[in-house]
């Protein structure tokens, strides 16, 4: 490749000179190419140790003038074949111009403009990513594709230097990290070691320091561990890894290939050895940092951020912290934890404007808001710009959304109706009928109260007011709020202080708790951006039967059966609304269970419509991946608990663990916030506090739960007994201070004892967490997440597989350790399609809802190179042909995809099924839908053949010729084809099994394709000569065979043919082209031979009476000369086509005797089995553990070369 000219100071150190003229010189870097010895191994292993430019390439090409020391790298090549195309360019295009300069300057000026100006012209044509990355990184991802085989569409991110630990002995190289592999190469001392991993099958990754491996990176697959050290910034080289792994986790969970972000801003000058994928995953990173830290949706994205001071009125101080911009939102944190946050939507914003800068408050901003709110920022380092890019994102923003008097802009909450907050009843359509009245089939109809407020509030509001103490302290709780939110705002631009925990720890208000949850949430700013939107859903969603609406229906009426909300239709109604809207929505999750139970209770203090947003926030950003088929997130967070445990308590992790209670225990306790085994008024204060500080709320109570009951766990003998404990434990967490009516545990009821156990004070349980487990940090749950998903998605990968082994060992002879090993090429092959595109999306071959062994889907593509890879049937150029058969008819429901079952349905035949079977899946292969009409031009001739028409259409008209004849005779006949009918939809459930009676005739050109693909097949076999002479027998024999059935074919049916008409044009298109091929000199082919000799076979008269042994003998003789001169190839069968058909598509159409010629598969059968070779050769087992070795060992490889002069080759080789 051309490169940027550099100034080279000594040429010769190191290097090889092999080329000359006046002005260039072409040299090889030692120890590359032929010989070297030991400055061949030092220069090699230097190359690998330094980051040298002569890393990536071992020639070069520099520029010298004249006498002068100093010389000008201007190319290089990591072959000889490449850097020799620059070489002659350069003697081409310049030596001559170069000869006209008497300047040596002049000459160095015009060689770096003209070399400068070609690199900008290959900028121009490659992509916007690549332009963005420095010339040296571009060396290295050309390295890296060569050194392990990879394709273009790898991109690589970043590469570093470090050890890979071999045993005990380190070695010294380089790692590569690309989007989906971990590469690592080294050379030293004619050493070599090359070492690739893909991130779908990493199960650990950790980094450590331990006396063996100081300060070093773990990766450990299912089966080694690889183990990475001496990095020069071992945290980067480590998050990056984190990165590229979830990535690939998130390929396993969703089929969801990497998608590069072309809306990044280009950097402002070009990083050293920093590539745009690099930055790109950055950017990722810090946005995802940010969207949780301020609960924003997935769609928001950090603009940038910088340090600043915030006035906070209400301490009347300035506090420290850092300010962000993104595209809808300005947010503050301070520096120091929980002591002020602050999020301002910009759709919220009225002016933003630079204050008067003084010694107090320099560079300040001021931000107001609608709500007549004002925001002072001030120690700001770049005010103009930050100002600027406010102004533009402003500018972008729609300011339609919420008008200025909007109660809930001003008060973050409303109870009733506005004109620019419509019920969403009243939004939607009236669906009219036919007749144009409103249907019947209306399922949101505009009475029902549940539009506008939520289902404890109606509830509630014919109820006599209570004065008791328990209802003054909820109005003591409600001033508490009023005073904070006059203090500190309300809304959605509310200083969120320590203040506010407080008040949050001791409970919200029920008046005020649907307001707060989508405050707290995010749900809210969501909401406030997507008007309607959950109308429509509900006009998409309802009466739609689907699986997910099928569970819903199920799951409807478990849904707090205790709670009188939803013991009537109203409530039921609202919870399958917001359930089939969700599950409209996002139909990767639909419907998961224990959706129903916190749905209900987001019901029972809010709108639909609010209900609705907060699950969003639930599913979609606070609980990831917990609700969908595998409920993943649950399981991950069950693992981090698990750790927690051990970490916080030893002795009980330790005795838990005997008993298996943890893992059984802490599933449903996540999944449903404690709402399905604790008290409802006690499980919502948790859900509150959930709310404002995340998961981590309920780790701290799960953990304070088992330490309250440590010392009757650690006596426990069993599981049972452990289950019990908590339960009850559980059961009797009470919340003394709440309002309403108490609501019937059914938990409790069933679970509770003759001697009812203490009370618990949630209160207390609450506060005792914060004590004991409040230094729990979110970004560590985050870390101790990252590290059990990698282990939970790869034990459900596992599990798939074995449950797929399960399901198809009973229909397959493959043993279970080979439909394992199958799965897993298969799955690597769909993998692969996400990263290194296919003619359709991963999305579109992956259907969670389906079995496991329907799930993972390949094409076309990607099943020929398994074919090729595991298939005993290979022919040479025409394995691609067959492959592409066998595909179309395994591909059942034509959808261009197949899955795991219907390939090992496919390789099954052709490895375990008896000569029968094999060759019925050979005769299948050359039927229609595995001949494809190009293929074989007469395919729908030969549709016509093969279907009888079995109608029994002359008996029914003879039936309702007799049923005519009186009324009693139709009765009969009515009840006669009732019990038909039901004889034949019986049959039809019936499963078919296929005979060889059942498959249809081939015709003439379906049977010239067998040949052709018999000839290919025997090509590479031991018996090649025998095979052939096996094969042109039964041919011959076959071709003979049509002939006569031809004959008695149109004969016994009585047909007029015009055989001068037909048999004329037929000899004069065919006959001729053996004498043309012999006029020019191969007439002594073989092929073209037997090719004659079946022609005639084919168009002679009924042949008169002979026996087997003469026609034995003359198909023996052309037979034998043809295999005496060669192996027949795919082009000369191809041209033998036209011997034994026709001469041009008139001649082929025109010809009924070609259309009458057919053979049965019995047929083919017994003159297959006169032929002992054939016969063996199908008789024959496969050995696919050797072919499945073979593909394994493609990647992965580690292998050591003894001398330099072999690595040259083996480099060149790649």
């Known amino acids: 490749m051309w490169i940027t000219p550099e100034e080279v100071l000594l040429a010769n150190a190191l290097w090889v000179s092999e080329r000359a003229n006046p002005f260039f010189i072409l040299q090889r870097r030692k120890g590359h190419g032929k010989g070297g010895g030991i400055t061949g191994l030092l220069v090699g292993t230097m190359d690998v140790v330094l980051d040298s430019s002569a890393r990536v390439a071992p020639y070069r090409i520099l520029h010298q003038t004249g006498d002068s020391q100093i010389f ?161 910034n071992i945290n980067d080289t480590f998050k990056l890894m984190e990165q590229l792994a979830t990535i690939a986790m998130r390929q396993l969970l969703d089929n969801e290939g990497f998608a590069a972000d072309r809306t990044l801003p280009k950097a402002c000058k070009t990083l050293k050895n920093v590539s745009a994928l690099k930055r790109d995953l950055d950017a990722r990173a810090k946005n995802e940092r940010y969207r949780a830290l301020f609960r924003l949706t997935p769609d928001e994205r950090l603009d940038g951020h910088t340090d600043c001071t ?61 709500n007549k709110m004002t925001f002072l920022f001030a120690n700001l380092k770049d005010r103009d710009f930050l100002v600027q890019r406010i102004s533009d994102f402003l500018q972008r923003t729609p300011d339609k959304l919420w008008s200025d008097g909007h109660p809930l802009a001003l008060g973050g909450y409303s109870v009733s109706p506005s004109p620019s907050t419509t019920p969403l009843s009243s939004s939607l359509p009236t669906p009219t009928g036919a007749g144009g009245e409103p249907s019947q089939g209306r399922h949101y109809s505009p009475s029902l109260p549940t539009a506008t407020q939520g289902l404890l509030r109606i509830y509630q509001k014919d109820d006599p007011e209570d004065h008791g103490p328990k209802a003054t302290k909820e109005k003591m709780k409600e001033e508490s709020w009023n005073i904070h939110f006059f203090e500190f705002g309300r809304g959605v631009c509310m200083y969120r202080t320590s203040k506010t925990r407080e008040l949050v720890l001791n409970g919200i208000p029920e008046s005020l708790r649907g307001e707060l949850w989508l405050l707290f949430s995010g749900a809210q700013n969501e909401m406030a951006t997507h008007p309607g939107y959950y109308a429509e859903l509900v006009e998409q969603a309802m009466g739609r039967c689907t699986l997910a609406t099928e569970e819903i229906e199920r799951d409807l009426h478990r849904s707090m059966p205790e709670h009188h909300a939803f013991q009537n239709e109203m409530g039921i109604a609202a919870l399958r609304r917001v359930l089939t809207a969700y599950a409209c929505r996002n139909p990767g999750i639909g419907y998961c269970q224990a959706m129903n139970i916190v749905t209900s209770v987001l019901l029972l203090y809010c709108t639909e419509e609010e209900a609705f947003w907060l699950l969003v926030a639930l599913c979609e950003r606070m609980l990831p991946d917990y609700y969908n088929t595998r409920v993943v997130g649950a399981l991950v967070d069950q693992g981090v608990f ?51 500080e995340g998961i981590k709320v309920i780790f701290q109570v799960a953990l304070a739960v088992l330490h309250a009951n440590m010392d009757t766990l650690l006596g426990c003998t069993d599981e049972g007994e452990a289950m019990t404990i908590l339960g009850r434990y559980l059961d009797n967490v009470v919340n003394k201070q709440t309002v309403s009516p108490p609501i019937p545990h059914l938990h409790a009821l069933l679970t509770s004892g003759d001697e009812p156990p203490p009370e618990i004070d949630v209160f207390q349980l609450i506060k005792s967490s914060y004590d004991k487990f409040g230094s729990l940090r979110a970004d560590v749950i985050e870390q101790m997440r990252f590290k059990q998903r990698l282990k939970v998605i790869q034990s459900l990968e596992d599990t798939a597989k074995r449950s797929v082994v399960r399901a198809i060992m009973t229909d397959s002879a493959f043993s279970i350790e080979e439909l394992e090993e199958l799965y897993v090429l298969f799955k690597a092959k769909h993998i692969m399609s996400c990263y290194w595109g296919a003619s359709c999306t991963a999305a579109e071959r992956h259907d969670p809802s389906l079995p496991y062994l329907e799930q993972y889907r390949i094409d076309l593509e990607q099943f020929c190179q398994l074919f090729g890879a595991l298939g005993t049937w290979l022919c040479g150029t025409h394995t691609v042909t067959l492959a592409a058969r066998h595909f179309r008819l395994l591909d059942s429901n034509k959808d261009g995809l197949i899955n795991f079952k219907e390939f090992v349905t496919g390789l099954s035949g052709m490895y375990h099924g008896d000569m029968t079977e094999k060759l019925k899946l050979l005769y299948k292969l050359h039927l229609p839908p595995a001949l494809c009409p190009e293929e074989a031009e007469s395919a729908l001739e030969a549709a016509q053949f093969f279907t009888d028409d079995d109608s029994p259409q002359g008996e029914e008209m003879k039936e309702a010729g007799e049923a005519s004849g009186s009324g009693d005779a139709e009765e009969k006949k009515e009840v006669k084809d009732y019990k038909y009918y039901l004889r034949m939809w019986a049959k039809e459930k019936e499963p078919k099994i296929e005979t060889i009676k059942d498959l249809p005739r081939m015709n003439q050109e379906q049977f010239i394709e067998l040949c052709k693909t018999l000839y290919n097949m025997f090509s590479e076999d031991p018996l090649e000569q025998e095979l052939y002479h096996a094969i042109a027998t039964v041919a011959s024999l076959l071709l003979r065979i049509g002939e006569v059935g031809k004959k008695f074919t149109n004969n016994g049916a009585k047909k007029p043919t015009d055989t001068t008409y037909t048999q004329a044009p037929t000899l004069a298109a065919e006959l001729p082209q053996p004498e043309k091929e012999a006029s020019n000199g191969e007439s002594s082919s073989g092929q073209s031979l037997v090719c004659k000799a079946l022609a005639e076979a084919q168009l002679e008269t009924p042949p008169q009476q002979t026996s087997d042994e003469e026609v034995k003998d003359d198909t023996s003789v052309s037979s034998y000369s043809m295999v005496s001169t060669g192996s027949l190839q795919c082009e000369d069968i191809a041209d033998d086509t036209v011997l034994i058909g026709c001469a041009g598509d008139q001649q082929r159409r025109g010809s009924t005797l070609d259309g009458d010629w057919s053979i049965t598969f019995e047929q083919v059968l017994a003159s297959m089995l006169t032929e002992p070779p054939l016969v063996d050769y199908f008789e024959k087992k496969g050995d696919i553990q050797a072919r499945m070795a073979t593909c394994k060992m493609q990647r992965g490889v580690e292998r050591q070369v003894s001398s330099s002069s072999d690595h040259e080759l083996a480099q060149l080789s790649t």
């Open 310 to 370: 915030l006035w906070t009125p209400f301490a009347k101080m300035h506090i420290v912290g850092q300010l962000f911009v993104s595209n809808n939102y300005i947010c503050f944190c301070s520096r120091e934890e929980d002591l002020c946050q602050l999020i301002i939507p910009l759709r919220e914003v009225s002016i933003v404007e630079k204050a008067d800068s003084s010694s107090v408050l320099p560079c300040p901003v001021s931000i107001s808001t609608k």
């Open 642 to 692: 698990e750790e927690l445990t051990r970490e916080c308590l030893p002795l009980l992790y330790e005795h838990m663990q005997e008993l298996g209670v943890i893992s059984t225990i802490s599933l449903s306790w996540f999944l449903t916030l404690f709402l399905s085994v604790m008290p409802f008024d006690s499980a919502v204060l948790l859900v509150d506090c959930f709310f404002y």
């Open 72 to 232: 000008w790298s201007i190319a290089c090549g990591s072959s000889r074949k490449e850097i020799t195309g620059h070489w002659e360019w350069l003697e081409t295009n310049l030596l001559q111009t170069l000869s006209i300069f008497d300047n040596d300057e002049d000459i160095t000026t015009f060689v770096k403009g003209k070399v400068s100006g070609i690199i900008a012209e290959e900028n121009k044509s490659k992509a916007a990513q690549e332009d963005e990355d420095s010339g040296k990184f571009r060396e290295a991802e050309q390295k890296m594709r060569k050194l392990f085989g990879m394709p273009g569409e790898e991109k690589l991110v970043n590469y570093y230097s470090c050890s890979y630990w071999k045993g005990r002995v380190p070695r010294q190289g380089w790692v590569y990290l690309s989007v989906n592999h971990l590469c690592f190469y080294s050379f030293l001392l004619g050493k070599e070691v090359t070492l690739v991993v893909q991130w779908t099958e990493v199960t650990r990754l950790e980094k450590n320091a331990t006396l063996v491996f100081p300060e070093s990176v773990r990766v450990s697959t299912r089966h080694t561990e690889h183990y990475f050290s001496m990095f020069l």
